[in-house]
Each structure stands twice: as C-alpha cells, then as structure tokens.
C-alpha cells in the first residue's frame, strides 16, 4: 500500500509555521489531555493539536475497520496492535483529511472547533504503556570514548562489541514524558582511593542523547523475528534522554550492569514519528567492521539520517546547543536490534521502547553526553552565559531536539524538554 | 488490625488433603480459567479452587469496600492497588467463609456449585500484569560460587556487593506461569581459544532457583520508600526460575550485564502466598559482615524460613531432587532491596516483580543452579534413573518447590514445574 501521506506536494488549510517540525507530511502520533480534561489519541499539524477520538466519532475514518473507542484511550498501545496496514491507512485519511483540496471538515465550523486545539489548550501524556524497555548501546564512539576513559585506549571496544547489537533491560516506570522534572537522584558513591562507599547526591549528573523505537506485538515466546521482518513490527520512533548519574554508575555497574545510576527516570518526545513518516530519509549505514553472523545481515538502508542536538538552558539563562549528532552513525540499526533481542524467542510486545544507546558522532562536538563533551570533567563546557559545564546542574534544564530535511520538506520530532531539580525533600 | 485469618487451629469444611500446602491458613491468590472459560481471580484451600469473583457476587464480601468487579479480572493488579488493609480484610474474611464453624456457604449447594472447583477444572493463568521485573543477586554462597569459579577465589566477592543489594532489570514480557513449556534458545557463543563467536543453540542451559516478591503502588517518582515501610509494599511472594543460557551469557555480559541469556524465560509458580500468611515464618537474618548505609539498616526480623528445593524430571522418567535451600539464607532482605531500589526516586507500582537471586545455600547440595551444582560441570550430578547432569537437557522438567512448617501448619508454594524442549523450528 503506497504511503500517500508522505506526499511532498501536498499542502493543508491548516496554517503552520514556515520550518514546522510537523508539516502534513509528518502526521505523528501521541496522547493529550484536551481542555475538557478528556484524554484521547491525536495528531498534530504546525501548532495545531488534532483530537483523533473525536474525529472518529464524527465518521471522518468510517471506511477504515476500526473499533470505536480505539482513539479514546489513554495509551496508543491498542492503536500500535493493529498492526502497521492500519496505521498506514489512517495516516493517508489523515493527510486527505486536511489536505489544500478538502472542504469537508474545513469549512465545517462546529467539527473543526470539537476537533481542532492550540497546543496551549492540551497537556501532553506518554503516548504509550511501556511495558518493557531495552536500552542498545550501539553507537560505536559512544562505546570508543567510554572504553577509551574507563579502560584502556588501544583496546576502547570491548571483544564482543562488534559482534553483538549489546544492549539491556532498563526500567520502564521511570519513562516520563517531555516538560517532568526530574530530582537530582541520591545513592551510593566511592571516593577514589577510599574503599567504603559514602551515601548522598550525585554529583555526575548526566544527560544521553538517544532516540527510542516503539514496536507492535511481534511474536510469541520462543520465535525468532527475521531481521528482513523487523520494520514491520516497528511502529515509530522518539526523542529519548536516557539520564544517568556517573559516580552512582561507576560504583555498581560491575557485573550485572547500570541500574540506580539510569532508573530513577528517562525522559522522551511526546510525539511518536512513524517509520512511515521516515521512509523517504533512509540512508546506508555504516560498513561492518567485521564479519556479522547471518542473522545479523540485512538487505537495503536501514539506517535514517536525522540531524539531533542537545542544548542545556540554566534558570533564567539562554540556551547553549552543546551537541550536534545525528541518528545515521549508528553502527547498529533497528533491524539488526530487534533481530537480535528475538534471536532467542524473547517476546516483543505493543508499546514496548527499545533505546539506541547514546549517539555520538565522530567529531568532539557531536558527542552525545557530558561524560564525553567534558571528557570526564577534564575539559568544561562553556555555556553562552559565561558560566561552564562539566556535568548537568540543579535548575538547569536540558532540551534535546531532531528532524530530518530533504527536498524541501521537514519531519521533526519536536522536543524532549527536562529540568533537573535539587535532591528530593519530603 | 489482626490476621484472624493466620488462626494455627482453624478447620475448614472444605476436604483437605493431610500436608498440603494450601490449609486454610494459607489463603493465596491467582487468577485461573474456569470450566466456563470465565477468568477471575481466585484462591485455593486443599485441592480446592475457589472463585472469589462469583463468591463476590453472591455478596460475600459485602461488609468489604471493594469495587464490583475487583474480582472479575484477568491480573490481580488492581486487587493489589487496593492495599494492605484490603488484603488483610479479605483473607479474614475468606478464612471465615469456610470455617468449619460457619456453614453459611457450605449448606448452600447452589452457592458451592458456583464458586468451587477441582483443579483439572481450572488453569492457572499469570497471576499478575508485571509492569517492571527486577532482579537481585542477594545471596552470598551464590555470589561466592559465581566469583570462585570466574574470577579469583581469594577475592570471590566484588568490592560493592556487602554494601549494594545488587540488582538488574529483567524481561517481563517473558515472565510465564508454571505449566508453559520453554524452548532452548539460541545465540552467540564463544569457544574457548577463538576469537570469533559461532551461533547456535545454548548448550548450557540452566536453572536459578529464586523467589519473587510482588509490589503494589509504593511510591512516585523522585521519592524513596523509608526500609521500615518497605513491608507495607509486598504483597506476597511466589517460586521463580530464573532460566538462564550460560554460555549466552559469557559472551554478552560485560559490560552492561546478562540479556538474551535471561530473556527466553523465567517460570514463576501460579499462587501468590502473601506475606501476611508468612508473618509466624519470621526469622533473623544472617548478621551484616560490613557495616551497611542507614538506608539500609533495619530492625526486627525481616528474613522468612522458607524451606525449598528443585527437582529435575527426565522424559518418563521419576524425579530427582538436586537442591534443597532456603529463602532464609539470603544476606540481603526484601525490605533491603525495596529501599535500595527507591533510594533514587525510581517509581515501584502495583504487580512489578522483584526476584531475590540464586538462592543458595551454605552445603553443595544446597546451591541454587546446576553452574554451582556441577561446578561449571567438572562434577555431573546423578539422576535416580542412573543418567547425571551437567546442566538441563531437551525435554527435562525442572520443578521448584517451597513451604514453611512450625507449631503443626504448613504453609507452602505449589510448584513451579517447567519443561524445556527443543530448539524452536518454524
């Protein structure tokens, strides 16, 4: 079914800002709360935020077989079940919907005002019930630099590095959506050159710039997902801050993995951009350094190349862009992630996250992380106000954004938007 | 207010078999599939399941604020949101139902035709939805098992774990009931002496023989739960086998810890015994060998005689049990790892499930896994048929099995029984 949402020539008689993240070829998905305190499913065109339940009662998606209340829901997850030829058809009513060449519910006062919100009318939720989350750790200077740091600079990759998509389970209760702030986290931390760890804030308080896919129910326990499958069950991507507290990291981490220092919350983009939304800025990815395993393998571009930045914005300060990446230095695509975590029959379901793992681009500049930027504190990170970073201060608010841009037309994701707060206090 | 319903020398008029783990002292909660294919919550006296959504309907729990439909649900989840004073209301108010004093429900035969069943009637469903799954590593004996044979017998234990109740995430999407057949999995593997791993599948999967306890809503994000209110969170415990491929593991573990090794499954028995029917199994805990955090430091005993043992069971063939432990053999305790697991703020909620570790004792025939049973299977452990294990072969059952015992009741867990099979083939 050919995807007529993505048409670049079409345009809306709904008015968006020139450079909009969110043109009509865009069409993301995501979970509001309306000015009636209604929550419901919806989309977003420029600034304006579309209630999709209500379109549905109204009859505007009667030719496509859907259940009812699928858009009054509080989670996409239901919607994400139905499997992507839905998702497909509804995006391509959606575009029709508000296309230049439809009068119907344009010049249809009383719909366009049940149906149609500024963005200051609506409170954006999570979009999903995440019911497990996994965080790869796929980008290769990522894995470089923190080698090179921690371990030894010769040997920065560790033996398994370029054979396995490495990744593990993270907390899925501590996923919040854009504009939560978070508590600086307390914990256990060593001293260097002590050895009796002491109890308090961390001090290492970092941001990782991620992205994050969400996936449909893909098999049941004990099948594999063939990786020439896998973006069939991959329903769209977000922005994803994948916070962590270094010291409290450092002193746990061995052997079982990160789990204090990264669960005490992961911030995301409130607006899902689906794969179909993607499609037409697929690149090639990087060639494998070393000889994959078949299952690993795959056919076509895989990878996508969309242009992300963080910015850090101290209380009453402008913001600084500390980071410029982009999601195509990936060394592990998608794919090859969701092949693997299923190699072994472990069941993927709807509204499940799978995290990138923090991408970092090859030059100093593009460095997805503070640990990196700073490179352990050694080198601050001035900021446009005078003042410097080594790590993510009390009160500072940390903004990452992303879009992708070809032959004139933008998708964007929006931003993941997350003030850190001083340590909780009952 | 009391638990009437732990009365040692209530009768039921309900025929129980003698030692059972079940007397009406127990009172444990599941959800089952009826001869009607209607799933509701339920609970067991004997070998008798008992429909606690008809039961609720017909008005017996009337005096008890709860909701219509509490009961007629397929997880416990919102029963377990309900809270600790609910529980303990309705456990009193079940033990009462069917004493042998109150003939109530037991002279009316329409009433016992509805509510009661044989077990080959029923099917024991999760019990739970589980939002998030943790996993800890609290044993000593193991941790000193797994650090004698991998790393450095002198110094077996890593620097952090007399100070950290050590824990990862797991997988829940692949938390399944007693009874669900689990597949080898495949994956990566390196052989010893090459360099370039080989795929296929585990040729040594394992057990780990753990208990889980089950949480209900405990906190929001950003605030710790204080380690003399952690008990107020648990809702009860059940038999986990945490499977586990360990040549999948070797290679992929460091440094973010064990992923697809885990994934494929772990087996949980059906019947949440709560811990309020554990309450006359309180006992010390073995005394802290380094001096712990305040976060960490408890009063009163926090740890549970809980005898246990695991059996491995060839194609028709008898069973021979392989371990005997207990739960009380844990260094660090549920209330240890529920304030640990919150120090940080990270958020706990109804039906997350947290599992202790290996569970091993102090005696080889007590380890919790055929790794330490066999010692990395240098020392194959004999079966009653004349065959012996290293680790778990194609079309083995493994069972699990626990129960405390004191002043003449017995208060157990069922089994959790789980056979592994082939390789999946499409």
Redesign the interface.
């Known amino acids: 079914m050919p995807i007529t949402a993505n048409n670049p020539n079409r345009k809306t008689w709904i008015k968006t800002p020139t450079n909009t993240d969110f043109p009509i070829q865009n069409i993301p998905f995501g979970v509001f709360l309306t000015r009636d305190d209604v929550i419901t499913i919806g989309t977003r065109i420029g600034d304006t935020a579309i209630d999709l339940g209500a379109l549905h009662q109204l009859g505007y998606f009667d030719e496509i077989p859907l259940t009812d209340d699928i858009f009054l829901q509080d989670s996409l997850n239901d919607f994400i079940s139905d499997g992507k030829k839905t998702w497909r058809l509804v995006r391509n009513r959606i575009a029709e919907i508000f296309d230049t060449e439809n009068d119907t519910l344009k010049t249809n006062k009383e719909h366009c005002k049940i149906v149609l919100f500024t963005l200051d009318e609506i409170e954006m939720q999570l979009p999903v019930t995440v019911?497990?989350y996994t965080d790869f750790?796929s980008s290769i200077e990522h894995a470089t630099n923190v080698g090179t740091m921690f371990r030894d600079p010769d040997n920065a990759l560790?033996?398994?590095w370029l054979?396995?998509p490495?990744?593990?389970?993270?907390?899925?209760?501590?996923i919040?959506p854009s504009g939560?702030p978070?508590?600086r986290?307390?914990?256990?931390k060593?001293i260097n050159g002590t050895?009796?760890?002491i109890?308090g804030p961390s001090r290492l308080v970092d941001f990782e710039l991620e992205m994050a896919f969400i996936t449909t129910d893909a098999n049941h326990?004990?099948?594999?997902i063939p990786i020439d499958e896998a973006e069939d069950y991959i329903f769209g991507l977000v922005l994803f801050n994948d916070w962590s507290?270094r010291d409290?990291q450092k002193?746990?981490?061995?052997?079982?993995?990160?789990?204090?220092a990264k669960?005490?919350?992961s911030s995301i983009s409130p607006w899902i951009v689906t794969l179909d939304a993607l499609e037409p800025y697929r690149v090639a990815g990087p060639k494998p350094l070393k000889e994959q395993?078949?299952?690993l393998q795959y056919k076509g571009d895989k990878s996508f190349d969309i242009n992300l930045e963080v910015a850090i914005q101290p209380e009453k300060a402008k913001e600084t862009i500390v980071s410029k990446s982009n999601f195509k230095h990936m060394y592990w695509n998608m794919s090859q992630q969701l092949a693997?975590?299923t190699?072994?029959?472990?069941?993927?379901?709807s509204g499940?996250m799978m995290g990138s793992g923090t991408i970092s681009g090859p030059t100093p500049d593009s460095y997805g992380s503070m640990l990196e930027l700073s490179w352990r504190g050694e080198k601050p990170v001035p900021l446009k106000d005078g003042g410097s970073r080594k790590f993510i201060e009390d009160n500072d608010t940390v903004i990452m954004r992303g879009h992708c841009e070809k032959g004139g037309v933008r998708i964007g994701f929006g931003e993941v938007s997350t003030k850190l707060?001083p340590v909780?206090k009952?």
């Open positions: 019911g497990d750790y560790l033996p398994n054979h396995i490495v990744g593990y389970h993270g907390r899925s209760s501590s919040i939560i978070v508590h986290p307390q914990g256990q060593l050895d009796k760890p109890f326990l004990g099948e594999p507290a409290i002193w746990e981490y061995v052997p079982l993995g990160p789990f204090l669960n005490f919350a395993l078949p299952y693997h975590h190699i072994n029959g472990c069941p993927v379901n499940d707060l909780f009952k």
